[in-house]
């Protein structure tokens, strides 16, 4: 008799335990919503002729150049009295002016980047024939 009773409360159990598990809720997944960025951004890098990178991120809506040089990185405000793009804070400047990309240090007048980017050219022009 006792052997039936356990039997049977055992049972009970084991049909309990799995008659109450109900479906689990999916865990709920909050996402929140990023602002788009509608800044005008624009990301170069440019190798010299000696194998030096710079990466230059101009913000044009902001007026802002980050220039990453050696592992560092020297925030500029665009200079609006200066030709083209050009970029400076009391100590740098960065300029982008007809294909020169020159990058100096402004008080000792010593240029740490610079690169003379080559137009492409096209071929030569065709000329029809009649």
Known sequence: MKKLLTALLF???VLSQTACKHPGKDAET???ATPE???DISK????DSYGEKIEVTINRTKNIATVHLNGKTYDLKKSEALPDYTASNEEYQYSEIK????FLKKNVDMVLFHLK???KESGPAKMASY
């Open 44 to 47: 170069d890098v440019y190798v």
């Open 117 to 119: 980017q080559t137009k």
């Open 30 to 32: 909050i996402t929140a």
């Open 99 to 102: 294909g020169n990309i020159t």
């Open 37 to 39: 960025n509608t800044d």
């Open 11 to 13: 049972g009970l159990a």
